[in-house]
């Protein structure tokens, strides 16, 4: 099946700084990607939808200019968190879209970020 | 307003026995999917099963299989023969279509199911 890899698979920082977090589809192009946060022992929230070329499409409450998304290819989307604090400390998962497979979602591994 | 339930928090089952966890959904839409995936303790999210709303035949996969009863809203999931592995977590979702959803897919809250032996 199609594969979505996601870097780094974990990332420790201090509070204040920015991490950015990678999202590639391997083996087909995505339009879409979505980019989910997931709190310990929580169900995954959908932050915004990221569609190649255009402005992401955030999630009613998620801080745009805080988790900034950049899908500037079809196999590759980007968060970046800024200004990290310790509440952003989670895991970050993202999933891609494949419209040749009857638009099947496959999730990339997620990305757990501990902000010290 | 919650648009997918999982009502379950937690399940045991008895090894080898078959267990039902339970889903409902909420949608206006007549075009929809639905999807059970299992997360283990390693954090990954795996695909098990996918029921579209005009899919006339309930979902089968191997060992899983979705029971979807349209007019309730329900899309259960039933793991026949537990083994031991498949103690994770498992979340119901639904992908709504472009009116309504954006292709959006959403999560329930989660049923964890441990596994005795």
């Known amino acids: 099946g199609a594969v979505v890899s996601q870097h780094p698979s974990w990332v420790i920082c201090k509070s204040g700084t920015s991490v950015k977090i990678e999202c590639r589809s391997l083996d087909f192009q995505a339009t879409t990607m979505f980019w989910y946060r997931q709190f310990p022992k929580q169900s995954l929230m959908l932050m915004a939808t990221?569609?190649?070329?255009?402005?992401?499409?955030?999630e009613q409450g998620v801080e745009k200019d805080k988790f900034l998304i950049n899908h500037a290819s079809l196999t590759l989307s980007t968060l970046t968190v800024t200004s990290a604090h310790p509440e952003d400390s989670s895991f970050y998962i993202c999933s891609a879209r494949d419209p040749g497979q009857g638009d099947t979602q496959y999730f990339g591994p997620g990305t757990r970020l501990t902000v010290l | 307003a919650q648009k997918i339930t999982q009502t379950q928090p937690g399940m045991f089952v008895q090894e080898k026995e078959a267990v039902t966890l339970d889903c409902t959904y909420d949608t206006s839409d007549q075009s929809y999917g639905l999807f059970w995936y299992k997360q283990p303790s390693s954090g990954e999210m795996i695909f098990l099963i996918y029921?579209?709303?005009?899919?006339?035949q309930n979902a089968t996969e191997g060992r899983y299989s979705l029971n979807f009863q349209k007019a309730r809203k329900s899309a259960n999931l039933v793991i026949s023969a537990s083994q031991l592995g498949d103690s994770a977590m498992y979340f119901c979702a639904m992908r709504e279509g472009p009116r309504s959803g954006g292709f959006k897919t959403i999560f329930g809250a989660g049923t964890r199911l441990f596994v005795k032996a």
């Open positions: 990221s569609n190649e070329g255009s402005k992401a499409t955030y």
């Open positions: 029921q579209g709303s005009y899919d006339e």
